[in-house]
């Protein structure tokens, strides 16, 4: 379960009182046990329109390098939060320092600027997404 509440500033009554109608759902679980709740900031995530696009960029340029999607996309993540070497089986690998699955969507249109000036400079065209 999973509730978005408006909130500014210091905890009031007003926001516990906001909370209050939840607490219902909890009671169940706390039958079987401990649960945990999280209280965190709320951040806009990308939009599945974005995440689309992103992909199709990725796929296109993928394609005309030699590299499949999720290989681009490492690329992408390493060229814009850098990265660390690993080692893996003996070989060393790149990382990168920061994954996509939480960025905002201000970050990940950063992240989609980069692969579509690549796919610019290469001269690789896309298929927009529907």
Not at 98 to 114: C, G, I, P, Q, Y
């Amino acid at each position: 379960m999973k509730a978005r509440i408006p909130f500014h500033g210091v905890i009031a009554r007003e926001v516990i009182a906001a909370l209050l109608p939840y607490a219902r759902h909890l009671e169940p679980m706390l039958q079987l046990g401990s649960i945990t709740v999280t209280v965190e900031k709320y951040r806009k995530k990308r939009t599945n329109e974005q995440n689309r696009r992103y992909w199709k960029i990725l796929s296109a340029l993928g394609n005309h390098v030699g590299l499949s999607s999720e290989e681009m996309h490492e690329e992408c993540l390493c060229a814009h939060f850098g990265y660390e070497l690993v080692e893996w089986r003996g070989s060393p690998n790149t990382q990168p320092l920061k994954r996509s699955s939480r960025l905002t969507t201000v970050e990940f249109s950063a992240l989609m600027d980069l692969a579509e000036r690549w796919a610019v400079e290469e001269g690789v065209m896309w298929e927009e997404a529907a």
